[in-house]
C-alpha cells in the first residue's frame, strides 16, 4: 500500500465541539490525530474491522487505561461501531477522498511516463548510429538558459506542461515562458522535490475551484497567480486538496464539518 505524505487537517479542529468532548474525556486529542495518521498509510478506506481494540489504541498511542481511548473515540463520534467492527466516522468523505485522488494521479503520471519512455526506446531504435551518439543531457535538458542562469534544467519540457496548464485558464499568461524567471524557478523546485507534473495540474485546478481564490467572498480579492500556487510544498498540497474538494453548504457552526461532523 503506497503511503502519503500529508492528511485532511482543518485549522478548526481544535476547537471542534467533538474534539472538546474526546479532550474532556481523555485530557488530549492525540489520540484521534495519530490514529488518522497511521490509517492514511495502512487502512486508506477506513475500515478497522479486524484490528482489536488494544492494536487501534497502540496505532493511536494511547498509554492510558486500556479501552478508555476507544470509549471516547466512539463517544464523541470519531469512531463508529457496528457488529464489534470499527470505522474511521466519515473517513472517505474527507481524507480518504484526498487519498483517493492522489492514487490516481500517481498513477496516471506512471502511465504517462511509461508511455513516454516507450516512444523513446522505438526512437532510439529506428535512428542512425551518428544520431545515437548524441549525449543524452542534450536531448532532454534545456541548453537555453542565458547569464548567470547558463545551465542545463532537465525538467524544461514538464515545467512548459504546466506553464500550458495555467494559460489554459488564462489565455494571456506566459505566452513564453523563460527559463529563470520566479514562476521557472518554483516550478522547477517543485519537480525537484518529487512532484509530478499531475500534481501540479491538479493543484492549480483546486485553486481555481476554491471560492477564496476566486474572489467569491466577502473582499472580493482574487488570488489565482501561479506564483502563489508552486510557492512551496504545503501551497501545492493545499491545491491538490481544493481539487478533491466537493462543493459543500457552510456549517452552522462557522467551520469546515467535512470530516468531523
Given at each position: 500500500?503506497?503511503?502519503?505524505?500529508?492528511?485532511?487537517?482543518?485549522?478548526?479542529?481544535?476547537?471542534?465541539?467533538?474534539?472538546?468532548?474526546?479532550?474532556?474525556?481523555?485530557?488530549?486529542?492525540?489520540?484521534?490525530?495519530?490514529?488518522?495518521?497511521?490509517?492514511?498509510?495502512?487502512?486508506?478506506?477506513?475500515?478497522?474491522?479486524?484490528f482489536?481494540?488494544?492494536?487501534?489504541?497502540?496505532?493511536?498511542?494511547?498509554?492510558?487505561?486500556?479501552?478508555?481511548?476507544?470509549?471516547?473515540?466512539?463517544?464523541?463520534?470519531?469512531l463508529?461501531?457496528n457488529?464489534?467492527?470499527?470505522?474511521?466516522?466519515?473517513?472517505?468523505e474527507?481524507?480518504?477522498?484526498?487519498?483517493?485522488?492522489l492514487?490516481?494521479?500517481?498513477?496516471?503520471?506512471?502511465?504517462?511516463?511509461?508511455?513516454?519512455?516507450?516512444?523513446?526506446?522505438?526512437?532510439?531504435?529506428?535512428?542512425?548510429?551518428?544520431?545515437s551518439?548524441?549525449?543524452?543531457?542534450?536531448?532532454?535538458?534545456?541548453?537555453?538558459?542565458?547569464?548567470?542562469?547558463?545551465?542545463?534544467?532537465?525538467?524544461?519540457?514538464?515545467?512548459?506542461?504546466?506553464?500550458?496548464h495555467?494559460?489554459?485558464?488564462?489565455?494571456?499568461?506566459?505566452?513564453?515562458?523563460?527559463?529563470?524567471?520566479?514562476?521557472?524557478?518554483?516550478?522547477?523546485?517543485?519537480?525537484?522535490?518529487?512532484?509530478?507534473?499531475?500534481?501540479?495540474?491538479?493543484?492549480?485546478?483546486?485553486?481555481?475551484?476554491?471560492?477564496?481564490?476566486?474572489?467569491?467572498?466577502?473582499?472580493?480579492?482574487?488570488y489565482?497567480?501561479?506564483?502563489?500556487?508552486?510557492?512551496?510544498?504545503?501551497?501545492?498540497?493545499?491545491?491538490?486538496?481544493?481539487?478533491?474538494?466537493?462543493?459543500?453548504?457552510?456549517?452552522?457552526?462557522?467551520?469546515?464539518?467535512?470530516?468531523?461532523?
Open positions: 500500500m503506497a503511503t502519503v505524505p500529508w492528511i485532511r487537517f482543518y485549522t478548526s479542529f481544535p476547537r471542534h465541539r467533538k474534539t472538546v468532548m474526546l479532550k474532556r474525556e481523555l485530557g488530549t486529542y492525540e489520540p484521534i490525530v495519530n490514529l488518522w495518521c497511521w490509517a492514511a498509510d495502512n487502512a486508506q478506506d477506513g475500515n478497522l474491522a479486524g482489536t481494540v488494544d492494536e487501534l489504541e497502540d496505532f493511536a498511542g494511547w498509554k492510558g487505561r486500556k479501552g478508555a481511548a476507544i470509549n471516547a473515540l466512539l463517544s464523541s463520534g470519531f463508529d461501531e457488529d464489534g467492527c470499527f470505522r474511521l466516522h466519515d473517513w472517505m474527507g481524507t480518504g477522498a484526498g487519498i483517493e485522488s492514487m490516481k494521479t500517481r498513477n496516471r503520471q506512471r502511465d504517462i511516463m511509461k508511455q513516454k519512455r516507450n516512444v523513446s526506446a522505438n526512437t532510439n531504435t529506428h535512428s542512425d548510429a551518428k544520431a551518439q548524441i549525449p543524452l543531457t542534450l536531448s532532454v535538458c534545456d541548453q537555453s538558459i542565458s547569464g548567470s542562469d547558463r545551465v542545463s534544467d532537465c525538467h524544461a519540457d514538464s515545467i512548459r506542461l504546466v506553464f500550458d495555467y494559460r489554459k485558464l488564462h489565455p494571456r499568461a506566459f505566452r513564453d515562458p523563460q527559463p529563470g524567471t520566479k514562476e521557472w524557478r518554483l516550478i522547477r523546485d517543485r519537480l525537484k522535490e518529487g512532484t509530478t507534473v499531475e500534481e501540479l495540474f491538479l493543484c492549480i485546478d483546486g485553486y481555481h475551484k476554491s471560492p477564496y481564490h476566486t474572489g467569491q467572498n466577502d473582499t472580493k480579492t482574487k489565482l497567480d501561479l506564483e502563489l500556487f508552486v510557492r512551496d510544498g504545503s501551497h501545492v498540497s493545499k491545491g491538490i486538496e481544493l481539487a478533491s474538494e466537493k462543493p459543500k453548504q457552510e456549517p452552522r457552526w462557522g467551520g469546515s464539518d467535512r470530516l468531523y461532523r
